[in-house]
């Protein structure tokens, strides 16, 4: 990746890509420091200490708005409201038939679906900026809390937290149309690796704590280096794993020139759903923790059933494993259909080598898509529980490079080297006229 690093940079179109790339990179972190008026910031410090180790949605917007969450700033919800909104559109498009319809248009119609994207990405950040202010003014972290000051400050630091929701998805579009890999993917890249000070601070004070009280740490913190780098070349090699179905294209005469004949393949790949699984899952069940934020209980079964489905408890890793398995399969489902890939195979007189055309080719691709579901399902199960399995057997608690965010991290690196590949590529690549 380096190597292609460099190579890029020596061409002078793809170094002003890069360069423009950096310069987004700089003004998405320029906007995650800047608070949105109207707060007490040492209020919102004592409120957010410890906000990585609840668990909760608060957590998992942390991590990914790259900490611009916790100091409520103008990009506070981060990339979040697009990733939901893309999300919902993706299932939309399967259920409404107007909208699947909108996906067969070509450009005319992708255009339309992100135009939709884009108004429910504002509507969502609205929503959610309103929920944050709701949970700011609970805590007593707002300085402005009578009459039309209220009403005043509420709604100007909710337009705030829409305004940086809209100018973050307007920069992640800049990257995709002057730029270099998908714009919202980079900004998501930037957002963690800019938690990894965060992180190594952590480890330098469980460090410390060996050298001082407990040794263990001295064994656990190398460990967990060993485990991180291991775990990032498991993804590496996972992320390009895919099975290849052999398709054989039937000859067929047209006029006096033979046409077909050739052999191909259909790739699928291992890591179907991505990180979408593990996303939907961790979404689902921090929905518990973040009621318990919100109502605090001082005790009694809502205490003990909230406690259920603390991140350090057996029932939720048990629920975590169950759900990532089951949206993985949800999610294939949705985005492939063997009937149409078999359908369009039979059209294109292609044919997989032993099996006959029609219902036994979409029993057989079924049955692969089933068995490839579920190696990569528990694949990324695995990655999303050991940091939770590593915490629990060590008391290694808020190191905030969890699963989703090394799984993120690394699809957005091979993405983003593959990108630059390509563009080489063609720059180099002379044609027949040269």
Same mark, same amino acid.
């Given at each position: 990746?380096?190597?292609?690093?460099?190579?890029?940079?020596? %061409?002078?179109?793809?170094?002003?890509?890069?360069?423009? *790339?950096?310069?987004?990179?700089?003004?998405?972190?320029?906007?995650?420091?800047?608070?949105?008026?109207?707060?007490?910031?040492?209020?919102?410090?004592?409120?957010?200490?410890?906000?990585?180790?609840?668990?909760?949605?608060?957590?998992?917007?942390?991590?990914?708005?790259?900490?611009?969450?916790?100091?409520?700033?103008?990009?506070?919800?981060?990339?979040?409201?697009? =990733?939901?909104?893309?999300?919902?559109?993706?299932?939309?498009?399967?259920?409404?038939?107007?909208?699947?319809?909108?996906?067969?248009?070509?450009?005319?119609?992708?255009?339309? %679906?992100?135009?939709?994207?884009?108004?429910?990405?504002?509507?969502?950040?609205?929503?959610?900026?309103?929920?944050?202010?709701?949970?700011?003014?609970?805590?007593?972290?707002? !300085?402005?809390?009578?009459?039309?000051?209220?009403?005043?400050?509420?709604?100007?630091?909710?337009?705030?937290?829409?305004?940086?929701?809209?100018?973050?998805?307007?920069?992640?579009?800049? =990257?995709?149309?002057?730029?270099?890999?998908?714009?919202?993917?980079?900004?998501?890249?930037?957002? =963690?690796?800019?938690?990894?000070?965060?992180?190594?601070?952590?480890?330098?004070?469980?460090?410390?704590?060996?050298?001082?009280?407990?040794?263990?740490?001295?064994?656990?913190? +190398?460990?967990?280096?060993?485990?991180?780098?291991?775990?990032?070349? &498991?993804?590496?090699?996972?992320?390009?794993?895919?099975?290849?179905?052999?398709?054989?294209?039937? $000859?067929?005469?047209?006029?006096?020139?033979?046409?077909?004949?050739?052999?191909?393949?259909?790739?699928?790949?291992?890591?179907?759903?991505?990180?979408?699984?593990?996303?939907?899952?961790?979404? %689902?069940?921090?929905?518990?923790? *973040?009621? $318990?934020?919100?109502?605090? +209980?001082?005790?009694?079964?809502?205490?003990?059933?909230?406690?259920?489905?603390?991140?350090?408890?057996?029932?939720?890793?048990?629920?975590?494993?169950?759900?990532?398995?089951?949206?993985?399969?949800?999610?294939?489902?949705?985005?492939?259909?063997?009937?149409?890939?078999?359908?369009?195979?039979?059209?294109?007189?292609?044919?997989?080598?032993?099996?006959?055309?029609?219902?036994?080719? &979409?029993?057989?691709?079924? $049955?692969?898509?089933?068995?490839? !579901?579920? %190696?990569?399902?528990?694949?990324?199960?695995?990655?999303?529980?050991?940091?939770?399995?590593?915490?629990?057997? !060590?008391?290694?608690?808020?190191?905030? #490079?969890?699963?989703?965010?090394?799984?993120?991290? &690394?699809?957005?690196?091979?993405?983003?080297? $593959?990108? #630059?590949?390509?563009?080489?590529?063609?720059?180099?690549?002379?044609?027949?006229?040269?």
């Amino acid at each position: 990746m380096f190597k292609t690093i460099r190579n890029a940079w020596a %061409i002078p179109d793809l170094r002003r890509k890069i360069l423009f *790339t950096l310069l987004i990179v700089l003004v998405f972190r320029i906007g995650s420091i800047i608070p949105v008026p109207f707060l007490d910031m040492g209020a919102l410090g004592q409120l957010m200490k410890g906000v990585d180790d609840s668990g909760s949605m608060l957590s998992y917007l942390n991590t990914l708005s790259g900490g611009a969450f916790s100091n409520a700033t103008l990009f506070a919800m981060g990339v979040t409201p697009y =990733i939901n909104s893309s999300i919902i559109m993706q299932l939309l498009c399967v259920a409404i038939p107007p909208l699947e319809r909108m996906t067969k248009e070509g450009e005319v119609g992708r255009k339309k %679906i992100g135009k939709i994207t884009r108004y429910v990405t504002v509507l969502l950040g609205l929503i959610q900026g309103g929920a944050y202010f709701w949970y700011l003014y609970r805590s007593g972290v707002t !300085t402005y809390n009578q009459g039309f000051d209220l009403v005043y400050s509420a709604v100007i630091i909710i337009l705030a937290f829409t305004a940086g929701t809209a100018l973050m998805m307007w920069l992640g579009e800049q =990257i995709n149309s002057h730029g270099i890999g998908n714009g919202i993917s980079i900004l998501l890249f930037a957002g =963690i690796i800019a938690r990894f000070p965060y992180t190594i601070s952590i480890l330098g004070q469980y460090w410390q704590q060996g050298m001082e009280q407990d040794q263990s740490f001295l064994v656990f913190v +190398p460990l967990w280096i060993v485990i991180f780098l291991g775990v990032i070349w &498991v993804i590496t090699f996972m992320q390009d794993s895919e099975r290849r179905i052999p398709i054989q294209y039937a $000859k067929r005469v047209v006029g006096r020139k033979m046409y077909g004949g050739q052999s191909s393949y259909l790739p699928i790949k291992v890591a179907l759903g991505g990180v979408l699984p593990i996303i939907f899952a961790s979404s %689902i069940l921090s929905i518990p923790s *973040t009621i $318990k934020m919100f109502w605090q +209980p001082s005790g009694g079964f809502w205490a003990s059933f909230f406690d259920a489905f603390s991140t350090e408890g057996w029932l939720y890793m048990l629920l975590y494993f169950i759900f990532i398995i089951a949206f993985a399969y949800f999610y294939t489902a949705i985005q492939y259909n063997p009937v149409e890939m078999a359908n369009n195979l039979k059209q294109n007189n292609g044919t997989i080598p032993g099996i006959r055309p029609g219902h036994p080719t &979409v029993d057989f691709i079924s $049955k692969i898509l089933s068995r490839i !579901t579920l %190696i990569g399902a528990l694949f990324l199960a695995l990655i999303a529980l050991l940091p939770l399995v590593y915490a629990a057997l !060590t008391d290694m608690r808020g190191l905030s #490079m969890g699963g989703t965010s090394v799984i993120i991290i &690394v699809g957005v690196a091979l993405e983003t080297s $593959k990108q #630059m590949e390509s563009q080489m590529m063609m720059r180099h690549y002379k044609g027949f006229l040269d």
